[in-house]
């Protein structure tokens, strides 16, 4: 029997957190961060350092010699040859057959082909080696043969493709022409990951169970990888050869390599992390009291911070009742200071009431998709962002459903406000225009701003529209079209952070969850 591959310290460091990782046929493994891609030799001697002008590269392909990156940021894929350097590119944003919308999911069948996931667009897309399109399969649903942000890919020998659907948590079968086969997915929470071994069987990566869950080719489940309790968060896997596993725990900062289902003695690598420990911050509300309250990625918890942004507590943990959570998403306030928390694989909104230093919690507006953002009016009516259904749904202060606003044939919502005069303002994640929408008189009106990634959107008395611009780093001021002013970001060690915009006391609030940035509103 083979002895256990021990993993000691390696002479790199990851700028940023990973984001993916594949063995190649040498059994190198390839690892993927926000910044660079790292390939490890069979003794996990770092051997290669490829960086790039890299925008979240979020999964590649080993291809012939060589390898494919999927450049997230950038709708685009790379080719590298066997050094590392780029051979050729094919890119272009938008919703026609050869154009992507934040894909995140690559992988290269025996004769060449390219599989890309096209994620903003729900659809999986087929390219020659070349990068000339042959054609596309899937549509936005929950639906068997249908996706819902599908992430991750990988082919078996027989060239048969399985996707991550990340909105449907469950990894989906397709044949290589596109026909659905079936799927898996019993018992998965929260599925970041998953990778095929030799045999076909499919490792899971279920972060929330703390887990890695093993199914059978046909989708049978077969056991746990390890016990619940030897990992924390693990978020990435990638099976090799000779029976080795990859597992990235993102709660530890550690990346361990395993042989014949037995540990390897971890070690955390350099700087995994080590700027922005909570993770990327989804959504920020502030009270009258000057306390902040976010939310952040992967954390089954609403983080409290005082008004310089200094940690003070948290509420929530994972599970189904009342006050607990399945990702905690979009937050807002009402006139009464009860925090709404979107819930997001719960399918729910929480109101969550304090009072004696205690969180009382209820659920509202149970009858949702995995939904992502909220916010309130002066009447306390409740605005959801509910993906699935491709809408904006409208409940009362208790729950009630009114109304369901589709906005546009071609629409996923994103951030969501409304001002004063009950205009609602949403993001449409497909096409990243701002749409608002006039409620009394059924109006809409579409601001294509030239934005690449607005994360975050906010609107004052003025009807001043205030967005965090993800991928330039900035923070713009517009009257409808016309841009007032901008803000830098500035980078952490180089990179994009995510952050959420709050108004208060006259003021706006930037916070990414380690800077909290205020700015003056002028007229």
């Not at 449907?168 to 086969?181: L, P, T, V």
Request: hydrophobic content about 35%.
């Amino acid at each position: 029997m083979k002895k256990a591959l021990i993993l000691l310290f390696l002479p790199c460091f990851f700028l940023a957190e990973i984001t993916s990782m594949v063995f190649n046929e040498k059994n190198e493994l390839l690892v993927t961060s926000e910044s660079e891609i790292k390939v490890f030799d069979e003794a996990l001697n770092n051997i290669k350092n490829i960086r790039g002008s890299f925008n979240r590269p979020l999964q590649v392909a080993p291809a012939g010699a060589g390898f494919l990156a999927l450049d997230t940021g950038n709708n685009c894929v790379k080719i590298f040859g066997s050094d590392g350097i780029l051979t050729g590119q094919f890119k272009s944003y938008g919703n026609m057959n050869n154009e992507f919308n934040r894909p995140s999911g690559i992988a290269v069948a025996s004769n060449g082909n390219i599989y890309v996931a096209d994620t903003g667009n729900d659809r999986i897309k087929i390219f020659t080696g070349e990068g000339s399109y042959l054609g596309s399969f899937g549509k936005r649903g929950s639906g068997d043969g249908e996706l819902l942000n599908p992430y991750h890919l990988a082919l078996d020998k027989n060239d048969d493709l399985y996707v991550l659907d990340a909105g449907n948590q469950c990894i989906k079968k397709f044949s290589k022409d596109g026909k659905y086969i079936l799927k898996t997915g019993a018992g998965l929470e929260s599925l970041s990951d998953f990778t095929l071994d030799v045999a076909g069987n499919i490792y899971a990566a279920d972060y929330k169970s703390r887990g890695i869950k093993i199914f059978d080719r046909e989708g049978k489940f077969l056991r746990n990888f390890q016990a619940p309790e030897y990992f924390k968060e693990p978020v990435c896997v990638a099976a090799g050869k000779n029976n080795r596993l990859a597992v990235y725990d993102r709660g530890r900062g550690i990346l361990e390599v395993f042989e014949n289902n037995t540990p390897g003695l971890q070690k955390k690598l350099n700087n995994v992390n080590s700027w922005n420990w909570l993770g990327e911050l989804f959504d920020l509300v502030i009270n009258k009291n000057g306390e902040l309250f976010a939310t952040f990625s992967y954390k089954d918890y609403v983080m409290r911070f005082d008004n310089s942004g200094r940690a003070t507590g948290d509420f929530g943990g994972s599970g189904e009742a009342p006050g607990l959570f399945g990702s905690p998403r979009g937050l807002a306030l009402n006139s009464k200071e009860e925090l709404l928390a979107v819930d997001l694989f719960n399918d729910r909104v929480q109101s969550i009431k304090f009072s004696d230093g205690e969180e009382n919690s209820r659920v509202l507006c149970a009858d949702l998709k995995r939904p992502m953002y909220v916010c309130t009016d002066k009447e306390d009516n409740i605005y959801v962002s509910d993906t699935v259904n491709a809408a904006v749904k409208k409940y009362t202060k208790d729950g009630k459903l009114i109304a369901e606003y589709k906005m546009d044939a071609y629409f996923n919502p994103g951030d969501i406000c409304v001002d004063k005069e009950m205009n609602l303002y949403a993001v449409n994640t497909l096409n990243w225009q701002i749409i608002i929408y006039d409620q009394k008189n059924d109006k809409r009106e579409y601001l294509d701003l030239g934005l690449k990634y607005p994360h975050s959107i906010t609107v004052d008395g003025a009807k001043n529209i205030y967005v965090y611009e993800y991928f330039d780093g900035e923070i713009r001021k517009y009257q409808k079209t016309k841009l007032l002013e901008k803000h830098k970001i500035e980078r952490i060690r180089g990179k994009r952070t995510l952050g959420a915009l709050a108004l208060y006391a006259g003021k706006l609030y930037f916070f990414d969850g380690s800077r909290l940035k205020t700015f003056d509103i002028t007229p």
